[in-house]
């Protein structure tokens, strides 16, 4: 369990904790798939948009839970800090700017309907500013 203790006293710069794995060592896949599924529920069910952490523990029986879901996690972009949502992304394959790309990229599709693009990027006007 990655608690306090792991997160503050014991994952140091000297000595990373190797907890972050994907996929994660000697885990089956259905319980992979499962785990993800759970957490899209959740994501789901409390309305989150674009982005969030989810924390889940599976108990003695093999079943994940959601015990934290965190819709403005911390994403500090240093790798050797306890950032987790970076951290993830990073054994995801996501660099920390494509990482704040992504999150960008997802929430211009909710807004917009359309995928992000030069085009698009163009067709958005900065305010202007009115002097009196």
Not at 20 to 25: G, Q
Not at 107 to 114: E, K
Request: with cysteine; hydrophobic share 40%; net charge neutral.
């Amino acid at each position: 369990m990655y608690g306090y203790e792991a997160k503050w006293i014991w994952d140091t710069r000297e000595h990373p904790l190797a907890i972050f794995r994907c996929p994660p060592t000697g885990v089956a896949d259905s319980l992979c798939r499962e785990t993800e599924r759970v957490a899209l529920d959740a994501y789901r069910a409390l309305g989150c948009r674009d982005w969030c952490r989810i924390d889940v523990r599976v108990d003695r029986f093999g079943v994940p839970n959601v015990v934290e879901l965190n819709p403005l996690p911390g994403i500090i972009p240093d790798p050797t800090m306890n950032s987790c949502f970076p951290k993830a992304a990073r054994v995801a394959g996501y660099t920390y700017d494509g990482l704040i790309q992504e999150v960008v990229r997802t929430a211009w599709r909710r807004i917009t309907g359309r995928d992000g693009g030069a085009q698009d990027a163009a067709s958005v006007h900065a305010p202007t500013a009115i002097s009196a």
